[in-house]
């Protein structure tokens, strides 16, 4: 689509091979002038858009064939996205430096546009002649119908795209009205044409009596049916909700009480087992809307970073971590270090410190500074009592810390136990 | 958390405390019934139960508890509903009715929702025993419980929001609240922030008690925004 949306719509191009199995006409959404039958057709047939605009336009001056042709393939061509090249659809383009200017109309188009006016001053003027009074309620009715038409298609286009703004909408109710319009006028231009228009009184009211008496008759049917379909609708995406819902228990949570049922005798696997599956249950269950059930692998938050890694070493020993984030940012190099000294100082406090209880998890981001603390009520831990050749905390934690600018402290907490700090400066936002 | 047991507040036994359990959970209300239901070790005394909204409301009428151990999910509006209708027992002079909420649910929306109706403290029910009863005697007297959990989400609400100038006093944190609030989301124990900061249990007690009061008084678009930026409302 990219590659080809480059290219002027109506640049003649060789028949395109790659879509002969599946080629199914449809009525092109892009770039179309009423509805986009043209645009399809020549994408369906391997023409140059242009060339069967001008055989409309040619059947057209024969007794207006060619409208007639192209008002029933309006109707029976399903509107797709197949047309062949896809237009930019706003007058704007952007420029190469950022800047929006005025796009520059495409000769084909304007060429098209032309023929167009030409056709139509020469099949009026030949007609001048003749039947005149009946062209112009015609060629308003014909406005109208084309202006409703077009309207029902972007009704049905919108759903594909969804995004329609509330302006949007109002212009196009005033589109729709504005078509609805127009055939009155030339279905009242016909009634004054004939000199009937004495008996428009008349005609008006046995028209609004048959119209009353068909919605009367047909009305309640027809909300009965609306409401049938809605009801309908709703059920079903009920049902496929709750079959969503069985699939995701069945998938983990029965997996999960299996495990444990067979595991019962081992306790901490039973409690790491539990936790992680709770773990998993609540993000589903309060994911974000919107998002997959898959999450993307590598967080690009603090938030989400600090969470990953204190349910991986979770997972991993089986001790709780307690985790309790603060704001969040963007992680970048520095606080990915940060996060890696965050993580080797879970570990620690989930190997040996980790039967005193959970392990509290804390990270803030507060302006420019983010904080992590990492607490477990283990035993305590006295680094000078560490021999000099374990390299662990010195070189994993406060080593990191430093290389990168930021600082690590390690401190006895005041009920027992350890608690890792890790201060970083976040980096400057460009 | 071994160590906040023999604070003095839950292993005393001359102290007592009569409690209401409401959760639509019949098992977890045998569970918390077996855990801290002990009255002789514990002094908590459960003197009701209740399932749903409506009959908690019947229940805590009657029994005029001390405290209510309140369920945030329940049948018939949930916890905030019950707290809706029990305005007038809280705001009685002589025998207060306190509420502590014991959800299973940390979703921030829960979470506010709660302390915003009235209740005195907010723990998970992931909360050992002695912590519940040690929890229980402190709403009793009054004070305000937080998880650690729940202290991130104050800090969140109040945190790097430029501060409107208007009532910047009456709602602000003061710069003490905030370290104790980092040091309860930090998972101290109250003990544990007052050793650590070098005030006394009971300032600790009155700092949480006055975020409490800030949470519920707290200027409307601030909340909103803050809401808002959670996509809660």
């Known amino acids: ?430 | 958390m071994t160590e906040t047991a023999d604070t003095g507040r839950g292993g005393g036994v001359e102290r007592r405390v009569r409690v209401v359990l409401v959760d639509d959970h019949r098992m977890f209300r045998t569970g918390v019934q077996a855990e801290i239901g002990r009255t002789e070790q514990t002094g908590v005394e459960v003197v009701g139960e209740a399932a749903d909204v409506d009959q908690a409301v019947t229940v805590i009428t009657s029994t005029r508890p001390e405290v209510v151990l309140l369920d945030v999910h329940l049948p018939g509006g949930g916890g905030v509903e019950v707290l809706r209708r029990c305005a007038t027992l809280m705001a009685s002079a002589d025998s207060p009715v306190r509420f502590l909420a014991l959800s299973v649910s940390d979703a921030a929306e829960d979470v506010i929702g709660v302390i915003r109706g009235g209740a005195r403290g907010y723990v998970t029910k992931t909360i050992t025993g002695t912590d519940l009863v040690d929890s229980i005697f402190r709403v009793q007297e009054g004070d305000a419980v937080f998880s650690p959990r729940l202290a991130g989400f104050v800090l969140d609400a109040f945190a790097s929001t430029d501060a409107p100038p208007v009532d910047e006093d009456l709602d602000r944190l003061t710069q003490r609240e905030r370290e104790v609030l980092r040091l309860i989301a930090r998972g101290y124990a109250y003990k544990e922030i007052a050793k650590q900061l070098f005030i006394s249990v009971k300032t600790v007690e009155s700092h949480v008690s006055a975020v409490l009061r800030k949470l519920q008084l707290s200027n409307r678009h601030e909340l909103t925004r803050w809401a808002t930026a959670r996509r809660l409302v």
């Open chain 1, 1 to 430: 689509m990219p590659v080809a949306s480059s290219r002027p719509p109506a640049a003649p191009r060789a028949p395109v091979p790659e879509d002969v199995p599946l080629r199914k006409l449809y009525r092109s959404a892009e770039g179309r002038l009423l509805g986009g039958v043209a645009r399809g057709l020549a994408g369906h047939l391997g023409l140059p858009v242009i060339w069967v605009r001008l055989a409309f336009l040619g059947l057209f001056l024969i007794q207006g064939v060619g409208a007639l042709l192209y008002a029933v393939f309006w109707i029976v061509v399903p509107l797709g996205v197949g047309g062949r090249t896809a237009e930019p659809r706003s007058v704007f383009e952007i420029t190469g430096d950022g800047r929006r200017k005025l796009r520059k109309p495409d000769r084909g188009q304007l060429f098209a546009m032309l023929v167009l006016v030409f056709g139509a001053a020469i099949f009026i003027g030949s007609i001048e002649t003749t039947s005149s009074r009946y062209v112009w309620p015609t060629l308003l009715i014909g406005a109208g119908v084309v202006l409703v038409w077009r309207q029902a298609d972007n009704a049905r286009r919108a759903r594909w795209a969804e995004a329609e703004g509330r302006g949007r909408r109002l212009f196009q109710m005033v589109r729709g009205l504005a078509g609805v319009a127009l055939v009155g006028m030339g279905l009242a231009g016909f009634m004054v044409v004939r000199g009937s228009a004495a008996q428009l009184g008349n005609v008006l009211t046995a028209a609004i009596a048959v119209v009353a008496g068909i919605g009367l008759l047909a009305g309640p049917w027809l909300v009965r049916m609306t409401q049938d379909l809605s009801e309908e609708r709703t059920m079903r995406i009920r049902a496929q909700e709750r079959a969503e819902v069985a699939a995701h228990v069945h998938d983990s949570v029965l997996h999960t009480l299996t495990l444990i049922q067979r595991r019962a005798d081992d306790p901490g696997e039973v409690r790491r087992l539990a936790r992680a599956q709770e773990r998993e249950l609540r993000n589903w269950l309060y994911r974000p809307e919107g998002t997959g059930k898959e999450e993307s692998d590598e967080p690009d938050t603090l938030a989400d970073a600090v969470k990953k890694a204190a349910a991986e070493v979770e997972d991993k020993h089986g001790v709780p971590l307690e985790v309790v984030v603060v704001g969040d940012c963007p992680l970048d190099e520095k606080l990915a270090a940060q996060m890696q000294a965050a993580r080797e100082a879970m570990v620690n406090a989930a190997k040996y410190g980790g039967e005193g209880g959970a392990v509290q998890v804390f990270a803030e981001v507060d302006g420019r500074m983010v904080y992590v603390s990492v607490r477990d009520r283990g035993p305590g831990f006295d680094l000078d009592s560490v021999p000099g050749d374990r390299m662990g905390v010195r070189e994993s934690i406060i080593g990191r810390m430093q290389r990168n600018g930021g600082s690590a402290r390690l401190r006895p907490a005041p009920g027992g136990g350890t608690e890792v700090e890790l201060e970083m400066e976040r980096a400057a936002e460009t």
